[in-house]
């Protein structure tokens, strides 16, 4: 079975911390994407990839960066933490320029910043 | 810019009892619709698509038609159960840049009572 995997589940943080958040797939899929997903919001797209090296803005960057070093691992990064970025952060895939196949997604990480 | 409207929720029913969650969307040219489904301290898995007017798509007993006309994409389930219990999103794909990308709803708590 095809799988999107988020190193840590839950994530406790100080304000002003440099915060790394893991995403692995395991689908040799060419696109990556974080989301942030907060109550009454949905989703927002943060960043994505569509392929090593290469990225683009989504909807909310401000405040984040990433890392694509190779095709399977997908990092978004907290430059200086702030207690607004608490959230449940999600990762997801996909098949090349395929949205109509959908994305699949890892099972979220839930950062709180104090 | 391209953006989903899902019904606010909590939706509550009654075991047996028939769902319409309802999304209706703005978008140029001609998306891809979506409802994804995230139970309880999980991800969100696809849970059916549709890609062009008047199609149907279904799954698991859900069901949502795309219609152009009215912009909208409602899901349905004629006999709920308590394990569908959880959050659905609506969404639907924005062309451009250098892949496509999913816009998500705010999505909408489903609980079902025994």
């Known amino acids: 079975d095809v799988k999107v995997t988020q190193s840590s589940r839950y994530l406790v943080k100080r304000t002003g911390e440099k915060v790394f958040l893991e995403c692995v797939q395991d689908?040799?899929?060419?696109?990556m994407f974080w989301y942030r997903q907060d109550p009454g919001l949905g989703l927002r797209l943060i960043y994505f990839?569509?392929?090593?090296?290469?990225?683009e803005k989504g909807d909310i960057p401000e405040g984040y960066s990433v890392s694509r070093e190779k095709k399977e691992r997908f990092s978004l990064i907290l430059e200086s933490a702030s207690t607004n970025q608490t959230s449940m952060y999600l990762c997801?895939?996909?098949?090349?320029?395929?949205?109509?196949?959908?994305?699949?997604f890892g099972s979220g990480t839930r950062l709180t910043v104090v | 810019g391209d953006s989903v409207t899902q019904m606010e929720g909590p939706v509550t029913l009654s075991e047996e009892a028939f769902l319409t969650i309802n999304c209706t969307y703005t978008?140029?040219?001609?998306?891809?619709l979506f409802w994804y489904v995230q139970y309880p301290g999980e991800g969100l898995q696809l849970l059916l698509k549709?890609?062009?007017?008047?199609d149907k798509g279904s799954n698991k007993g859900f069901e949502a038609t795309y219609r152009k006309e009215t912009t909208s994409f409602h899901l349905e389930k004629g006999s709920v159960q308590v394990s569908d219990s959880a959050v659905y999103f609506c969404?639907?794909?924005?062309?451009?840049?250098?892949?496509?990308?999913?816009?998500f709803g705010t999505g909408t708590l489903l609980a079902v009572q025994p």
């Open positions: 997801a895939s996909s098949l090349g320029d395929r949205a109509n196949y959908g994305y699949t």
């Open positions: 969404a639907l794909t924005r062309h451009g840049g250098a892949t496509n990308k999913l816009i």
């Open positions: 689908m040799d899929h060419e696109n």
């Open positions: 978008a140029t040219g001609y998306p891809s």
């Open positions: 549709a890609t062009k007017a008047d």
């Open positions: 990839s569509y392929d090593v090296k290469m990225k």
